[in-house]
Structure formats: structure tokens, C-alpha cells
């Protein structure tokens, strides 16, 4: 079982998960319906972070919440005891047992907030730090470079927003997504042609906003983990206000650009990056107009809805990200220097 | 007046607003003390959305304060409606002038929220929507790379929160910070000595954490705009949690390491990056610990307690990322592709 493996399983993992958390999840939605929760903190630490930042905008959006994203050295070094009475507050890890997270929803829980755990491992000091948990169902993760538990987190963060505030399209969408994560997967053959065409790169930036720009950063980070390329992700607002002066000709340029309330306003900044600036362009994207304007892109399936996309996104970006690897010669499985389980405190 | 002339220019521009703002500031705490504050939301872009960062970890430390960043594009992009009656939402500008913060502003001001801008603009529409302004008293920043706004922001920032929760020690140390801040400017012959050195470099990594996190941030921002170096920025823990795969020897890193709580654990990411994977270390500190392990450092004047330090520490980043620019044959008044005001939506 090798990161490639795990790439491939994700939409049977995501089946199982839909399949059998559904009634937990409820249950969940339920506590946080009974509760006056006008705040969500995040805590979570690499990949996990990614999906902390999809749980950005879908509680905004969708439920008008604000959401904090923790910053575990205030607690765990400075020794800080923020007020959180009334919010949820909510740790992701895989492993669970990073203690920086395990002690700010541990500190959460002591200062009266209700407190959730979503990890794939419900045995973990995480799991039992947290009043509440969503199991991630998704078997063990061996590769080092997490994807199949950022879809599933992705998955937990989405079925728990509609178990909250149900639609019935919407549940449908998720429903099918088993379905579109499988087509999702045919974009292999244009990952590995758009990747042996770049293997030479040290470095690029990776764009996107809104709902994808989760996707952004977490694709930064497998390139960083998978094929060791200088990966810096921006949203397409951030990236204005500065580090657009980075881009020279033949600067390779990855987006995730999908149609959308956003696409408008990232599609005229990639326009601008390769006319005026003379950037390459690859396009994660479902949109006609950015094949058009992309020198390659790598194919989304139809038909998601905008604030689902995400969980289906990352896909071709992964399939990029591991042929890449092996593109420029390098182990995907073994990425110098990682372990699986990271203990920051 | 250039970059240059606005770095010398900051001991002057700190003595002024501490001189002359400091009963606006008085006032602005006031009337955050007399509400139920539970929550900041800080809006911003760019430099200043470093600042922002900076907000995270002093309204959390000396506050008990969560801190969310606000992700404008769920208001401008998505329509989204956050509950902020409790919450205090600072817009940070130094123009007053991108949109999608003057909105979050405007929409958190309609929706019940304690309202504040830290602009350098103060006629600025940012400073209209706010119900209350810090006026930044920076005097014109003409040079594309914000610098001395940045120290003003932070100055800012800490002088509201001594101004909410007193403390006479750290109070004189504020004081005293524009003769800090000049004996900081010192580090420019070994800035541009380091920068000489590392003329070559295209990209890096920019290591920090806790309060000092803002300053790696800022720092890599730095070194995108004015020497078009890919300058990643990380916090330790989350480096280890994937991007520490991608150093090899002679690898650039540039660490932001002054003494504090975070200390120990930053030090002992740097020495495994020197020992076991050849890092190139440039360092920005005040501990001679840290000294002996970088192969170059930037020294930071001594005696500036922990949470001020970010005030003093960006001095000596800001000129390495100016000489390098020298150094490398470019113009660091003129970054491709910038304007001085960035308009985003």
C-alpha cells in the first residue's frame, strides 16, 4: 500500500464513510443545534490545517459563523486561556495524537466550549480530549503524505454542515460524490503528462480562492512532501498585494479554478500572470474558459456543487503531485525527513 | 525617498505616534472596555494581514481573546452574514483602501460589531466605515513595499492592548521602543554582508513562532517583493508537519529566533535542519545560542520583552531583503508587476 494506493481508494473510503457516520454526524449536529454557539476555532497542524481552512468559509457561508483558526503555541507556550464559552471548537489529526491540538481542545473543554474531535483514529488522545466525535473511517493511512483523511476530513466538515443546516440538493450532491471522486480519477494520464512536462521545476505558486483555496494550500504542501518543489500558496486576493512580482516568464503557475462565485476574479489574475507576465499555467478546473487560457490543466468532474468542490479538487492535484515525484526521480513514499505522526507542542 | 529612506525613517515615525496618538488609543479602549467584547476579527491583506497575525497572538495571550482573520471573500464572493455582535473587527490598512476589507468592516458595523481601522489614510474609506480610527501617523509611504506602516501597525496593536490591560514595565519597554528600533537599524553591514553572501539564492524557506510567526510572515513578504526570491514562511510546528521534507544541503533558512517561551522549540528545529539536512542558516537574534548555530545572524537589540519583540525584529529582515535585491541587480523601488494601492475584491 503506497500513496499512490491510497489516492485510488478514496472513493471507496469515502463511501464507507458516508455510508456509516451518517447517524454520529447527526448526532453531533444535534449537541451543537442545542448549544448558543456564535464561534468555531479550529485546531490543526499540516494537512489537517487545509480542511481547518475549508471549515473557514463553510461555516461562514453556510451557518454565518465566524471561525478562528487556533494558534496552539498561545496555549501551549504562552499559556493562554482564551474565552470560548460559546463556541465549538473542533480538533482534526489523523493520528490524533499530536499534543499542541490534544491541549487546546483539552483546555477548550475545561473552559466550557463543546468540543469535537474528527480523527481517524477514535481510540487517540484527541478522540478522548473531545466530548464529541466523527471517526474518519478511512483505514489505516500508511503513506506518509496524507490524502485519503483530508477527503474524508473534508467529507466530515460537509456532511456535518448539511446535518446542521440539511438541503436536500446539496445531500444528494454529497451522496454521489463516491462517484465523482472515481471520475475524478481519470484526470491520471493528463497528471502524468502536465508533471514529466515540468519535472525540471524547483518552484511555483498555487493559486486559488474562496472554497478552493484549501485546495490551493493543501496541494502546495504534496509538492512540497511529494516531489520536494518550493510550493507557495496564495488566494488569488493575497497574491495581488505583493507576491505577483515573483512571476517571470516560464514561471510555472498551478490554479485551482473552478467555476464558481470566484472564478471571475481568479480567471482575470491568471489571465494577467500569463499575458502580461508570461507565467505557465496548469489549471485544476471544470471551466471551459481556463482550459482555454491554461497551457495544460487537469480535468475536474462536472456538476459539484461550488462548496462541495473541494473534496473532489484535491484529486487531480495529488495525481499531479505523485507523478511529479516520480517525474523527478524521487520516492513518493518515503519524502525525506517525515515521519507519519508529527509531535508539536 | 525610497525603501531604503523608509527604514531609516521608522525611529522617527514610532516616536511620533506613540508621542501623538496615544490619547486616540486611550479613547479606542475605552469604548472597547465598556462592551462585551468576546471575540476580534481582524481584516486585512498583504503587510497587513502580518500585522493581523501579530493581533492573533497578543489578543490571545494578554486577552484570553479568540482571534479570527477574516476570509473576506465569504462576504464579498458568498454573501456571508457572520454573527459579530460581540466581536471587535479591526480593518488594517495602510491606504484604507482595498474594498473587500472596507466591507467586511462596513457589514460587521451593520451587523452589531465594535468597529475599528488602523489606517495610515485617515480620510480613507476604511476609516469612514469604522466606527473607531487609529491614525498610523506613518507620513507618506511612497516606496511599494510597506515598512514603516508595518511597525506602526504593530505599534498599533500593542499599544491598544496595553491601553485595555496596563502594565507599567512593558509600558516604559514601549516607550522605549524608537531608540530600540534605531539601534536595530545597526544591523545593516552584516545585512548586506548575508545578502552578498546569498546573492544567488531564488528561493528559501522563513521559519518563526509564536509572536514571531508575524515576523517570518512579514519577512517573506520582504524578500518576494523587493528580491523576487520564493520565501515560504512557516511556523516550526507546522514546518515539521510536511515542508521540512524539502531541505537539502545548502538549502536556505531563514529563521526569525529571539529569545521567549518559543525559543527552545525553534532552536531545536534548526539544529536538526543544520545537523541532519545541511540548511543554510541566516538567523535574526538576540541569543547567543543561536549565534554559534547560524552561518550568518542578524543581530537584534537586547531587552525588548517577548510580545514586543515582533516591533523591533522585522528592522534588521527588512534591510536583508533590501541588499539582496542590490545584490542581485534589481530595483527594490520598483517590484514588477506592483502598485503602491492594491484594489481587491
Redesign the interface.
Known amino acids: 500500500m503506497g500513496v499512490r494506493d491510497e489516492i485510488l481508494e478514496q472513493p471507496a473510503s469515502a463511501r464507507r464513510f458516508l455510508e456509516d457516520e451518517a447517524s454520529a454526524i447527526e448526532r453531533v449536529a444535534e449537541e451543537i443545534r442545542a448549544r448558543s454557539i456564535?464561534?468555531v476555532?479550529v485546531a490543526a497542524?499540516?494537512?489537517s490545517?487545509h480542511a481547518a481552512v475549508y471549515a473557514?468559509?463553510v461555516f461562514?457561508?453556510r451557518h454565518?459563523?465566524?471561525?478562528?483558526?487556533a494558534?496552539?503555541?498561545?496555549v501551549t507556550?504562552?499559556?493562554?486561556?482564551?474565552?470560548?464559552?460559546?463556541?465549538l471548537v473542533v480538533g482534526i489529526s489523523q493520528s490524533g495524537r499530536?499534543p499542541?491540538i490534544v491541549a487546546v481542545v483539552a483546555a477548550a473543554r475545561r473552559g466550557g466550549a463543546l468540543t469535537l474531535a474528527l480523527t481517524n483514529e477514535p481510540g487517540s488522545p484527541l478522540a478522548t480530549a473531545a466530548e464529541l466525535l466523527i471517526d474518519l473511517l478511512a483505514g489505516p493511512e500508511r503513506a506518509v503524505?496524507a490524502t485519503k483523511t483530508y477527503v474524508a476530513e473534508l467529507l466530515a466538515l460537509a456532511g456535518l454542515s448539511l446535518a446542521i443546516r440539511p438541503d436536500g440538493a446539496d445531500e444528494r450532491a454529497l451522496e454521489r460524490l463516491p462517484e465523482t471522486l472515481a471520475a475524478a480519477l481519470e484526470a491520471e494520464p493528463a497528471a502524468q503528462g502536465a508533471a514529466t512536462r515540468r519535472r525540471e521545476m524547483?518552484?511555483c505558486?498555487v493559486l486559488g480562492?474562496?472554497f478552493e483555496?484549501a485546495t490551493a494550500r493543501e496541494w502546495g504542501?504534496k509538492m512540497?512532501?511529494l516531489a520536494?518543489v518550493?510550493a507557495?500558496p496564495y488566494?488569488s486576493?493575497?497574491f495581488?498585494?505583493?507576491?505577483?512580482?515573483?512571476?517571470?516568464p516560464g514561471f510555472p503557475v498551478l490554479a485551482v479554478a473552478t467555476s464558481g462565485?470566484?472564478l471571475p476574479?481568479v480567471r482575470e489574475l491568471l489571465q494577467r500572470l500569463r499575458d502580461?507576465?508570461g507565467a505557465d499555467l496548469l489549471a485544476v478546473t471544470d471551466d471551459p474558459s481556463v482550459v482555454s487560457l491554461a497551457a495544460d490543466h487537469l480535468p475536474v468532474p462536472p456538476g459539484v456543487p461550488e462548496w462541495l468542490r473541494p473534496i473532489v479538487s484535491i484529486v487531480p492535484a495529488q495525481l499531479f503531485s505523485y507523478h511529479l515525484a516520480l517525474a523527478r526521480g524521487l520516492d513518493p513514499e518515503s519524502?525525506?525527513?517525515?515521519g507519519k505522526v508529527?509531535l508539536?507542542?
Open positions: 456564535d464561534l476555532v497542524r499540516g494537512t490545517d473557514q468559509y461562514a457561508v454565518g459563523l465566524p471561525v478562528a483558526l494558534t496552539p503555541s498561545a507556550q504562552y499559556g493562554a486561556q482564551p474565552r470560548v464559552e460559546r463556541a499530536s499542541d503524505a524547483t518552484r505558486v480562492r474562496g483555496y504542501l512540497k512532501e520536494l518550493l507557495d488566494s486576493a493575497d495581488r498585494h505583493g507576491p505577483v512580482a515573483l512571476i517571470e462565485a470566484v476574479d502580461e507576465q519524502p525525506r525527513g517525515l508529527t508539536t507542542r
